[in-house]
DNA sequence: AGGGTGTAACAATTACATCA
DNA sequence: CTGATGTAATTGTTACACCC
């Protein structure tokens, strides 16, 4: 049979190579399924022969690090080795793969939870360098008003000078330096730095 | 084209074993 | 003894290939 299946999962297997993702899910209601009775008449004579033995979980483990997917060729060279029957190769390998997806779901989880905390993490602290920013923009926007009320106060007294030759020092001509205590104002120090604009700085 | 059938894979569930 | 946990096995559903 040329089966092509394979052609099929592996459009559809791209999260787990080697294990086939689900089919499209059942959804919507969903039907009762069949309870399966209790297996009253269950092999009590001698070993049940339940649980595989380390050897055997051994070598499935081993061929399941290999490939996760099991073709019928090694299922049977497999079974044979493993002195079990092909179909309890097959549940194995099935009951690997989903706990194998289990483990990835887990890791993929932890991941994510990690990611999102560190974004949180982050984000609070950008949200306290804006309130930062805030403030020391609320404290230049003050600084300025105190200057401009001054600047006022100066220009009611000498009814000669305007703002804008208060604002420019050059037109103060002579008087200029001796009008002025704070040479700061227009002749910053420096470092540039003025007491509560640091923000401007951003813009420099 | 489309319905029937077989097959393989998977999720969900059950049954049983083991351990604290 | 009992509840929790792990795992082998079963059941039901889905998608696909193939045939008629």
Redo the contacts with the bound molecule.
């Keep these: ?5 394979e ?3 592996a459009l559809t297997s791209q999260l787990y190579p080697g ?8 959804q919507g209601e969903s ?1 009762p ?7 009253k008449d ?1 092999d009590l004579s001698g070993a ?5 033995n380390e050897e055997q ?1 051994n070598l499935l483990e081993m061929n399941f690090g290999n490939e996760h ?2 073709e ?1 060729e090694r299922k049977d060279k497999l079974a044979s080795e493993l002195g079990l029957d092909p ?2 190769v ?3 390998f ?6 194998w ?1 289990n483990k990835k779901l887990e890791e993929e989880y932890t991941k994510l939870k990690t990611s999102h905390e560190n974004i949180v993490v982050e984000k609070c602290q950008l949200e306290s360098e804006v309130l930062k920013l805030k403030e020391q923009l609320s404290e230049a926007e003050k600084e300025i008003q105190r200057l401009s009320d001054r600047i006022d106060g100066v220009s009611t007294n000498s009814p000669s000078s305007s703002l804008s030759m208060a604002m420019d020092p050059p037109f103060l001509g002579e008087f200029a330096m001796e009008g002025y205590e704070d040479a700061a104002f227009y002749m910053p120090p420096e470092n540039n730095y003025i007491p509560g604009m640091e923000w401007i700085n951003l813009y420099m």
Excluded at 19 to 26: D, H, I, N, R, S
Excluded at 94 to 99: D, P
């Design positions: 049979m040329s089966y092509k299946l052609d099929h999962m294990v086939f993702t689900q089919m499209v899910p059942q039907k399924r069949r309870r399966r009775k209790k297996n269950a049940r022969k339940r649980k595989l979980v997917k099991l019928s179909r309890q097959a549940v194995w099935q009951n690997r793969r989903a706990r997806k």
